[in-house]
């Protein structure tokens, strides 16, 4: 996939994750992706989603509280997403945060 096809695949995730009701903060500074990643945790995201070259057509998903990381197909992070906020898994501190971080890599 060239990386015009990973900025097309984010921008349709990014879409349907809206259309969906989950709120998204899309990260697609031209930063590496440990900045990126740091800053979603100081900013208390619960959930990294990550698109590149690697995952393909799947969604590298992750959670704050933990240090696995798998690839999913979207249907199952929508599924997935849902569970974490409708569970109040989410719960943060005010002001309120977006509840996944989309992230378009190298």
Known sequence: MSLAGVEEQAAEVYAQLNAAGIEVLWDDRDVSAGVKFGDADLLG??????????????????????????????????????????????????????????????
């Open 45 to 106: 995201i619960p959930v990294r989603l990550v698109i590149s070259k690697r995952t393909q057509d799947k969604l590298e998903w992750k959670r704050r509280d933990s240090d696995a990381s798998e690839l999913v197909d979207l249907q199952e992070a929508l599924v997935r997403l849902k569970l974490t906020i409708n569970s109040g898994e989410d719960d943060l501190p005010i002001p309120p945060t977006p509840k996944c971080v989309l992230y378009k890599t190298r």
